[in-house]
Structures are given as structure tokens and as C-alpha cells.
């Protein structure tokens, strides 16, 4: 019984597995890549609209983008703006680590913020 217990509780677990590393081309990674630098986000946004991996990163670009922009108005104000310049600087690490391992992981507190957008 209770390892028909832990079956279920495994299950019922959401797991967010990384696509294996050779069904994702080379150039769709590189490309994704360019989804956490800031304005290049716009590169995937125009050239890979119709590839799930590439646009599922450029959204969480383009969100990261948003709050580096909000950081650039806001990052004047001492400790507030450096903490928030840390955490940008993370999520964006977080995001290319993502990418380089073939993984669709929203990033935290803005990536579901991501999937609002439509394009």
C-alpha cells in the first residue's frame, strides 16, 4: 500500500524535463540565447516565430527586458535598485543555463507573466 502510495504522489508531481540536447538544433540555441540580452530578444522574436523552443525563450526575454527597463528607471535608489539589479542579473543567468540545457522552465516570479503574451 504504501508503495501504491508513493506512485501516486510521484505523479502527481510536475516535473519540467529538459528536451534532449539533440532534438534541439545548435542554431535554435543559439538563437534562443539571444532571448536574455536585452534587446537582441527582438533577433528570435523576428526570425524563429514558428519554433516552439525559440519563442517559448523569447517571451521570457521579453519580460526579463521589461524589468532590466524598469531597473534602469528605478536603479538610482540605493539597496532597492542594487538588490533588483542582482536578481535581473540571476533570472538572466537562470534563463541562458536554461537555453544551453534545453529546457522550457519558466524562470521565477516573472516567467509566468511569459505566457500572457501572444506572438
Not at 534562443?32 to 526570425?47: D, E, G, K, R, W
Not at 516552439?52 to 538610482?76: D, P
Not at 535581473?88 to 505566457?115: D, H, R, W, Y
Amino acid at each position: 500500500m504504501e508503495e501504491q502510495n508513493s506512485n501516486n504522489h510521484t505523479e502527481s508531481k510536475e516535473e519540467q524535463k529538459p528536451i534532449p540536447v539533440n532534438s534541439v538544433k545548435s542554431e535554435d540555441r543559439n538563437i534562443a540565447l539571444l532571448s536574455y540580452l536585452f534587446l537582441l530578444v527582438l533577433v528570435p522574436l523576428l526570425t524563429k516565430r514558428n519554433n516552439e523552443f525559440v519563442m517559448f525563450h523569447a517571451k521570457q526575454g521579453v519580460v526579463l527586458a521589461i524589468a532590466w527597463f524598469v531597473i534602469m528607471i528605478f536603479g538610482w535608489i540605493p539597496i532597492i535598485g542594487w538588490l533588483a539589479f542582482l536578481f535581473c542579473l540571476v533570472l538572466t543567468v537562470m534563463g541562458l543555463m536554461n537555453v544551453m540545457n534545453s529546457k522550457k522552465q519558466e524562470l521565477p516570479l516573472i516567467g509566468k507573466f511569459a505566457s500572457k503574451f501572444d506572438f
